[in-house]
């Protein structure tokens, strides 16, 4: 199986060059008084004070010991036509008896480290907790070739479960972790007792007669109709160009603070965001390498994600769906069952699109309540 412990450990000359970096950084000082900047709260003053506080204050060690607290490992990952991934995950066992195998799906801008919250709620709760690194993401191998699609990820994901001895097992996903945990639902029936997502996306289904929507379920469609209309270029960008932009991600981390920063102020629900959780989700990006997480924008565009073969779909294993107030791409129940099976719908007023991180203990509280409910251990 040739499964090793891993530890983060940053080489101390890639720090001392990102220091230097932070020194010689160029800021855009003209725009100081621009009254047409977009409304996402990355200010001069914001990015300038960040990377103050990052020179003078922020310590990558102390948040590496803390990362490094989490149990990870490394495996090599079969991928037909892809050959073997280095896979990297943390695996978090439950003390319960007869505990329920978890696999926790991050997406973008996230990383494993999303699942560092709501880990020992869910531990607690009964479940050993597998939380990779997708395919190009942070410490994980990427493929060499192009075509590495969900369909790949999805195969991943599966040949890890089974290779860590979880033959049975249930999965949650948010962002690109949902269209993935939709990928596998649909073709390892025989192994998933069932799968939740906090995310949904799709195109409006047919109805006879116009469902009555809820006013949460209203203010979601509202919050996917300004997403996609208002908030899409980074991924038009990072879906057409995702060599020509990592190459100003890799080489800038100022350029990298900001392109995260956008996200997570734009994406959450009103999350207090320290200097520190700001540079230390950048760093996760911009250490690895943040052009070959960009690249599953490139392999899975929004007309192939929607429109593709397994897009309009059934998802036949029960399926949880966890619905939180600023979520930017949720739809209301009676699309959703369309295409899935829903066994399980709660909303949650708080709450945006980092749900793990943000409302750790209420997605665990569901991920408890839901595949408890199904898988009777």
């Known amino acids: 199986m040739a499964l090793t412990p891993f530890k983060i ?137 192009a075509g590495f699609k969900l369909e790949q990820d999805a195969e991943l994901m599966h040949n890890l479960m089974l290779k860590l001895g979880y033959h049975k097992y249930v999965v949650q996903g948010g962002d690109w972790g949902s269209h993935i945990t939709r990928k596998m639902a649909i073709r390892y029936p025989e192994a998933i007792k069932a799968v939740h997502v906090n995310l949904i996306t799709m195109q409006k289904p047919t109805f006879e007669t116009e469902p009555n929507y809820t006013t949460f379920e209203a203010r979601s469609l509202k919050q996917h109709e300004h997403f996609d209309t208002q908030e899409f270029a980074y991924c038009q960008i990072q879906h057409s160009k995702p060599r020509t932009l990592g190459f100003a991600m890799h080489d800038s981390p100022v350029g990298m603070l900001a392109w995260m920063a956008d996200k997570l102020f734009t994406w959450s629900d009103s999350y207090p965001w320290s200097p520190t959780e700001l540079i230390t989700w950048t760093l996760l990006h911009y250490f690895p390498g943040p052009t070959t997480g960009f690249h599953m924008y490139r392999e899975n565009g929004p007309e192939e994600v929607l429109f593709g073969a397994d897009g309009s779909k059934l998802v036949q294993v029960p399926t949880g769906v966890s619905a ?33 991180y943000e409302k750790p203990k209420e997605l665990a509280g569901d991920l408890d309540r839901f595949f408890h409910s199904v898988w009777k251990v």
């Open 9 to 145: 450990n940053i080489p101390d000359s890639e720090l001392d060059l990102l220091h230097r970096k932070l020194d010689l950084a160029r800021l855009p000082t003209n725009l100081a008084n621009e009254d047409w900047s977009e409304n996402n709260g990355v200010t001069l003053k914001l990015i300038s004070d960040t990377i103050d506080f990052w020179r003078k204050s922020y310590n990558w060690r102390h948040e590496e010991a803390l990362l490094n607290k989490l149990p990870q490992y490394k495996i090599p990952i079969e991928v037909e036509g892809f050959g073997t991934l280095e896979t990297h995950f943390v695996h978090s066992k439950s003390s319960a008896n007869l505990s329920i195998p978890l696999l926790f799906l991050h997406g973008w801008p996230g990383s494993f480290s999303e699942i560092r919250k709501a880990l020992p709620y869910l531990n607690e709760a009964g479940f050993h907790v597998v939380a990779p690194s997708h395919a190009g993401y942070g410490f994980s191998s990427c493929a060499e070739k």
């Open 324 to 356: 939180f107030g600023k979520e930017l791409e949720m739809v209301p129940r009676s699309w959703a069952e369309k295409i899935y099976n829903i066994a399980f719908w709660e909303e949650h007023e708080r709450g945006g699109h980092f749900a793990a």
